[in-house]
């Protein structure tokens, strides 16, 4: 009963507080995924930028800038996603073979099939050209499933919103006297991610993720080990957000790992990731998420419904629900007045 009554509490007043001395791991995990759950309910569309800088580097060197990646991302729920992606290679030899090593692609999903789009960059800006192209079926939720998220969810080198809903995802201590700042919990984890179908190979992460509770439980640092029959290292790294608006809004990511592997030795790696122009509810246009938006002809038997016909139709039918409602009201009132 003291659980349940401090799970209620932990809801309404201070979650740091009210159930200190008796909340789980997996207390706290439900917790986590509730109150995200209800961030992302009000949530029908979203937009992002992102600009990724990469270094790299073996064993005891300095880190070496090796790429850029500008990426813009959306998605509107019920109706699509878009992911572009134009990467810049620092290491080619010269300029005519780094402009030939910046693909740019783009990735759209909806109801109807999904497609990948690229055009080189050698020539200009160039056209869009069909590089794959699938029906979307029954798979179309669960891929926007995927889809549906803000960028602190892909926080800690992993999407968090789906690990924590992973049963192998275990928070085995909470820590509520975190260093980090007040009101941050460090929560330590163990989480096996199976790579193969018959569960033979595994990777095995466990360390701490550090949660801001005062403001929707945003992902602010983390550090943990990893390991595999492959690879052993440490992963850690820091979020930085604009302010406390909700749902919060992540301004810089910066991930950074120490990893040997079995193969490649010991390789030193850095990311820094910046985002912008992050718009919650925007303006997303259904038609952005369909090839003639890109000069592309139409799938081959595929039926839009026009939005503003949409729009137009739903006037409409609210226009005569009125008419409908003033004459039933015109009615009753001579029906009273004859009585």
């Known amino acids: 009963m003291r659980h349940k009554v401090c799970y209620i509490l932990a809801f309404m007043f201070a979650p740091q507080e009210a159930c200190a001395q008796v909340e789980t791991g997996q207390e706290f995990k439900a917790r986590v995924l509730a109150l995200w759950n209800v961030t992302m309910q009000p949530i029908n569309s979203a937009r992002w930028d992102k600009r990724s800088e990469y270094y790299s580097a073996r064993a005891s060197k300095s880190l070496k800038a090796n790429g850029v990646t500008v990426m813009r991302r959306a998605f509107k729920r019920d109706v699509g996603s878009l992911a572009f992606s134009q990467r810049d290679d620092r290491d080619a030899p010269d300029e005519s073979k780094r402009a030939a090593a910046r693909p740019t692609t783009l990735r759209i999903i909806n109801p109807n099939y999904q497609a990948e789009l690229s055009k080189s960059r050698r020539h200009g800006d160039g056209e869009w050209l069909m590089a794959e ?110 302010g406390e608006q909700s749902p919060p809004l992540l301004m810089l990511m910066v991930d950074q790992s120490e990893v040997r592997s079995v193969r490649k030795g010991l390789i030193l790696g850095k990311e820094v990731h910046t985002f912008s122009n992050t718009k919650i509810n925007s303006d997303v246009r259904d038609l952005e998420f369909r090839l003639p938006y890109y000069g592309l002809p139409e799938a081959h038997g595929t039926v839009w419904q026009d939005e503003s016909r949409s729009y137009l139709w739903i006037a409409v039918a609210g226009l005569a629900a009125l008419v409908a409602a003033f004459f039933s009201l015109r009615r009753a009132r001579k029906r009273a007045l004859v009585k």
Do not use: C
């Open 133 to 242: 192209f699938a029906p979307s079926g029954r798979g179309f939720n669960e891929q926007m499933r995927q889809e549906i998220h803000l960028p602190w969810m892909a926080g800690a080198q992993m999407r968090l919103d789906l690990s924590l809903q992973d049963a192998s995802f275990v928070f085995t201590r909470i820590d509520r006297q975190s260093q980090s700042g007040a009101g941050v919990v460090r929560a330590y984890f163990v989480h096996e991610v199976f790579t193969d179908e018959h569960n033979d190979k595994s990777i095995k992460k466990s360390g701490y993720i550090d949660f801001d509770t005062q403001h929707a439980y945003r992902p602010t640092g983390y550090r943990y080990d990893l390991s595999s029959s492959e690879l052993k290292g440490v992963l850690w790294g820091r979020l930085e957000y604009e």
